[in-house]
């Protein structure tokens, strides 16, 4: 398992943008598929966006595709999560997750590490 670490969520306001980060422990971290989801006091955990190993290929849940963009740096095992015109129904606890495999997914249950989250509150 790689062990992850997420920062750079806070309060703002509706309109506002945010940068996440997702620190790696592991050089391999550059063969991962990687994604990120949220989840909303109250609701099952939902997925937001992935990114493929090499960076080629991105998804984005509909809710935030065209203010969500996810990004990785190989060489210093990280991924972004920049998040412009954020809306209320934004906030949430945010997780950054791995995988073996050099792909996303959209699945919870296919990534096996996971961060502790960050929260992140839009307020209107």
């Given at each position: 398992?790689?062990?992850l670490?997420?920062?750079?969520?806070?309060l703002?306001?509706?309109?506002?943008s945010?940068?996440?980060?997702?620190?790696?422990?592991?050089g391999i971290?550059?063969?991962?598929?990687t994604?990120?989801f949220?989840?909303?006091?109250?609701?099952?955990?939902?997925?937001v966006?992935?990114?493929?190993?090499?960076?080629s290929?991105?998804?984005?849940?509909d809710?935030?595709?065209?203010?969500?963009a996810?990004?990785?740096?190989?060489?210093?095992?990280t991924?972004n999560?920049?998040?412009?015109?954020?809306?209320?129904?934004?906030?949430?606890?945010?997780?950054?997750?791995?995988?073996?495999?050099p792909?996303?997914?959209?699945?919870?249950?296919d990534?096996g590490?996971?961060?502790?989250?960050?929260q992140?509150?839009?307020?209107?």
């Amino acid at each position: 398992q790689v062990q992850l670490v997420e920062s750079g969520g806070g309060l703002v306001q509706a309109g506002g943008s945010l940068r996440l980060s997702c620190a790696a422990s592991k050089g391999i971290f550059s063969v991962y598929g990687t994604g990120w989801f949220r989840q909303a006091p109250g609701k099952e955990r939902e997925f937001v966006g992935y990114i493929s190993w090499s960076g080629s290929s991105t998804d984005y849940a509909d809710s935030v595709k065209g203010r969500f963009a996810i990004s990785r740096d190989n060489a210093k095992n990280t991924i972004n999560l920049q998040m412009n015109s954020l809306k209320p129904e934004d906030t949430a606890i945010y997780y950054c997750a791995a995988r073996k495999v050099p792909y996303g997914s959209r699945t919870v249950a296919d990534f096996g590490s996971w961060g502790q989250g960050t929260q992140v509150a839009v307020s209107s």
